[in-house]
């Protein structure tokens, strides 16, 4: 069974810091492309930051240069470090794991989400 468990978020003021973590189980994780996406109220789910197999990042503007993201495979663990959080950045948070076996079977996986308010 895959699990995907999230944890870190909470309540920060306006200029803080959190960090996020993913706890993974039940996949190969080193294999996997990992991704944090978030959900504002009545917004859609985007994209905040990903990481590949190979450790390549990437990130939309809206978060470049204030959002880390990293792995560390031993652990089966993703990282998101958000620095100079934004009122904006309210959302809840999501883990995804996802992969592109070599029969183009695409495997894709979703932890249950941890919110993040920011707030003074």
């Known amino acids: 069974q895959v699990r995907l468990v999230e944890s870190g978020g909470g309540l920060v003021q306006p200029g803080g810091s959190l960090r996020l973590s993913c706890a993974a189980s039940?996949?190969?994780?080193?294999?996997?492309?990992m991704d944090w996406y978030r959900q504002a109220p009545g917004k859609e789910r985007e994209l905040v930051a990903s990481i590949t197999s190979d450790g390549i990042t990437n990130y939309p503007d809206s978060v470049k240069g204030r959002f880390t993201i990293s792995r560390y495979n031993a652990k089966n663990t993703v990282y998101l470090q958000m620095s100079d959080l934004k009122p904006e950045d309210t959302a809840v948070y999501y883990c995804?794991?996802?992969?592109?076996?070599?029969?183009?079977?695409?495997?894709?996986?979703w932890g249950q989400g941890t919110q993040v308010t920011v707030s003074s």
């Open positions: 039940g996949i190969i994780f080193s294999i996997n492309t």
């Open positions: 995804h794991a996802h992969y592109l076996a070599s029969d183009s079977t695409a495997y894709r996986y």
